[in-house]
């Protein structure tokens, strides 16, 4: 039997060229840290394109950014510090911790993060910067020569396509790679496999109605099921009400969790403002399980984000400037950031387990049970709970 599936995958990427010419008891984790500035990120996104559907990988963001980290002084390594919040003295044993959770056999679900640097043919890197990513990131170095920028184009996008699994084919144009001063292209990639805990069916999934951030109601296919879900109330500081759900993927260690505003009139854009990893973990102690059916769409989304104008607005702007940058740590040779992008792309369906199916089976009764249509804008965070990394979010408009 063909079995759906549900997949993420991301990938991000910085080209760096040549510069010639709420409150929690407990500290953040490392990877709350970065979610934390992804998220920032994906606020700024949003804000801008209210009525469209966004995809963002907060942790793809927060690892490119620690990739050049340990290349940068001066202003350009406190502005990164400060933007991640991470500690003066090198932060890089306790990211290669998370790298190592994150990725870890025993979340059942599959999360895989590759790492490159491809860097132009005979440019002298500093063999620290290096040796730092790999131990840390166990990211891997390639060579190319860039003055070739279609041939160098096309083996970055090979790349892209073997880690996404297919599901991004090209992220680099060659008219991104400037011929003579193009020195390195750092890369990051994510690719999530999760399984639902408890599986949606594919015979109850219906076309019903679900109405649009841009207020017109579409036909869309709702996947249905009657089971026990973790569900609460929330509501920012404005007040203004929300419903959180959690749907756990099989391997308990990673979750969805969706937001949608309680009052119909309420749009989507007044509760994003107010998500933060904090105000996530405050959802942890209002979620209570409850019997329901539950109603979602199938939907797959994709997005291109710059991320230069949301992470200069952020504080880290020096990277970007051929005059302030300061990356002595890569190479004696100038160079400053000039791209930064990310790409990703999330498909969701009626993937579970053949044992979360006898658990479904288990709990139908003959009362009639809550109904919850999650049948208007949402947001969807990927969290892997452990550390609390947030290792995808969107906002979904129109399925």
């Known amino acids: 039997m063909k079995m759906n599936r549900i997949s993420f995958v991301c990938l991000c990427v910085l080209v760096t060229v040549s510069g010639v010419g709420s409150v929690r008891p407990q500290a953040p984790s490392y990877g709350e840290r970065g979610s934390d500035l992804g998220i920032h990120v994906f606020r700024q996104v949003v804000h801008a394109k209210p009525l469209e559907n966004v995809v963002l990988s907060p942790h793809g963001v927060a690892s490119i950014l620690g990739m050049l980290l340990p290349g940068a002084d001066g202003d350009t390594r406190k502005q990164l510090l400060q933007a991640l919040r991470y500690k003066k003295n090198g932060p890089y044993k306790m990211l290669k911790k998370l790298h190592k959770s994150l990725t870890a056999r025993s979340n059942q679900d599959v999360v895989q993060i590759a790492n490159a640097l491809f860097t132009q043919k005979g440019f002298p890197i500093e063999k620290s910067f290096v040796e730092t990513n790999k131990a840390n990131f166990q990211c891997e170095s390639r060579s190319l020569d860039f003055s070739h920028s279609q041939a160098a184009a096309d083996e970055i996008n090979t790349w892209v396509n073997n880690k996404t699994k297919g599901h991004i084919h090209t992220l680099v144009k060659a008219d991104m790679l400037d011929p003579a001063l193009t020195r390195l292209v750092a890369l990051n990639a994510i690719y999530f496999k999760g399984l639902w805990k408890s599986r949606f069916q594919p015979e109850n999934t219906k076309m019903r109605a679900f109405h649009g951030g841009d207020g017109k109601v579409y036909m869309v296919p709702m996947m249905s099921q009657l089971s026990l879900f973790n569900m609460g109330m929330a509501s920012t500081p404005q007040g203004l009400k929300y419903r959180v759900i959690e749907l756990p993927y099989h391997g308990n260690t990673i979750s969805m969790l969706m937001a949608v505003p309680y009052e119909e009139s309420t749009p989507l854009s007044r509760v994003i403002p107010h998500i933060s990893t904090a105000t996530v973990h405050s959802w942890t102690k209002l979620l209570h399980g409850s019997r329901v059916r539950l109603l979602i769409p199938k939907f797959t989304a994709d997005a291109e984000v710059d991320l230069k104008a949301p992470l200069s607005a952020l504080g880290i702007t020096d990277m970007f400037r051929e005059d302030k940058a300061d990356f002595r740590h890569i190479s004696a040779e100038p160079l400053h950031v000039t791209k930064a992008l990310q790409k990703a792309k999330i ?33 969807f965070l990927i969290r892997h709970n452990p550390t609390g990394t947030i290792l995808f979010m969107g906002q979904i408009n129109k399925p």
């Open 347 to 379: 498909i969701v369906n009626e993937d579970g387990t053949k044992a979360a199916a006898v658990t479904t089976a288990l709990l139908m009764a003959r009362s009639s049970p809550v109904w919850i249509s999650v049948d208007r804008p949402f947001l």
